[in-house]
């Protein structure tokens, strides 16, 4: 069995919660806060550290971080590029070759989805890689073009980004994260084909977050 690629993990969690108009890393879902869902999936993962970044005004008394560690975006108002910065520069391990990107706002992702997709990255460290539905070609394919979406496949998160791309990554500005860089054609992306509809549920809106709980609160995680 190969060996698995040394990658950390950054949890990005200090978004506003505009679009939600409260916020949303405190919303239950099936007896946690929304954002444990996504410390305890990266937690007990093949990740080498979990840096979880929050704004300096959040309390994380009610959170059980376990083995994360917390870096603070105290420019989270300039958008999730500066979030991302932060989340870079709190990496430790002298020899990742990647950092995994998770959302607070996804409650489904789980540890055997970030262990298979450490495990796919480990074939590849100087490629990008994500997760796609309905990828067509078997178990990988190549992106199209337009970095996003190719025979009705639909691109989704936790990316993984290579080391050899952290320096171009810190110097993106705005609230664009690493999405200008995978829109140009010649950036290297594999994308791996996961069958579960789920792990593409980003709960930003009131609308999402009622369809998380109708249709997932009574699943056990």
Same mark, same amino acid.
Request: proline share 3%; with cysteine.
């Given at each position: =069995?190969?060996?698995?690629?040394?990658?950390?993990?950054?949890?990005?969690?200090?978004?506003?919660?505009?679009? =939600?108009?409260?916020?949303?890393?405190?919303?239950?879902?099936?007896?946690?806060?929304?954002?444990?869902?996504?410390?305890?999936?990266?937690?007990?993962?093949?990740?080498?550290?979990?840096?979880?970044?929050?704004?300096?005004?959040?309390?994380?008394?009610?959170?059980?971080?376990?083995?994360?560690?917390?870096?603070?975006? /105290?420019?989270?108002?300039?958008?999730?590029? /500066?979030?991302?910065?932060?989340?870079?520069?709190?990496?430790?391990?002298?020899?990742?070759?990647?950092? =995994?990107?998770?959302?607070?706002?996804?409650?489904?992702?789980?540890?055997?989805?970030?262990? =298979?997709?450490?495990?796919?990255?480990?074939?590849?460290?100087?490629?990008?890689?994500?997760?796609?539905?309905?990828?067509?070609?078997?178990?990988?394919?190549?992106?199209?073009?337009?970095?996003?979406?190719?025979?009705?496949?639909?691109?989704?998160?936790?990316?993984?980004?290579?080391?050899?791309?952290?320096?171009?990554? @810190?110097?993106?500005?705005?609230?664009?994260?690493?999405?200008?860089?995978?829109?140009?054609?010649?950036?290297?992306? @594999?994308?791996?084909?996961?069958?579960?509809?789920? /792990?593409?549920?980003?709960?930003?809106? @009131?609308?999402?977050?009622?369809?998380?709980?109708?249709?997932?609160?009574?699943?056990?995680?």
């Amino acid at each position: =069995m190969k060996k698995l690629a040394n990658v950390s993990g950054i949890i990005l969690a200090a978004g506003k919660s505009t679009r =939600m108009g409260e916020d949303k890393r405190l919303l239950p879902f099936r007896g946690l806060m929304l954002l444990q869902h996504i410390i305890n999936a990266s937690v007990h993962s093949e990740l080498k550290e979990i840096i979880l970044v929050v704004d300096d005004n959040f309390a994380l008394d009610s959170f059980n971080l376990a083995r994360a560690k917390v870096a603070v975006s /105290y420019q989270r108002d300039k958008g999730q590029s /500066y979030s991302l910065n932060a989340g870079l520069s709190a990496i430790s391990e002298k020899n990742t070759q990647g950092c =995994m990107v998770l959302l607070a706002d996804q409650p489904l992702i789980n540890t055997e989805l970030i262990n =298979m997709l450490v495990q796919k990255f480990s074939e590849d460290t100087e490629s990008f890689l994500a997760p796609v539905k309905d990828c067509v070609g078997g178990n990988n394919a190549v992106r199209g073009n337009d970095g996003v979406q190719e025979n009705n496949t639909v691109r989704g998160n936790p990316v993984i980004i290579p080391s050899t791309y952290f320096e171009q990554i @810190k110097e993106l500005k705005e609230d664009y994260g690493a999405k200008n860089i995978l829109k140009n054609p010649q950036t290297p992306l @594999k994308l791996v084909s996961v069958d579960e509809i789920a /792990y593409f549920l980003d709960v930003d809106t @009131k609308e999402a977050y009622t369809y998380l709980c109708k249709q997932y609160d009574k699943l056990i995680s």
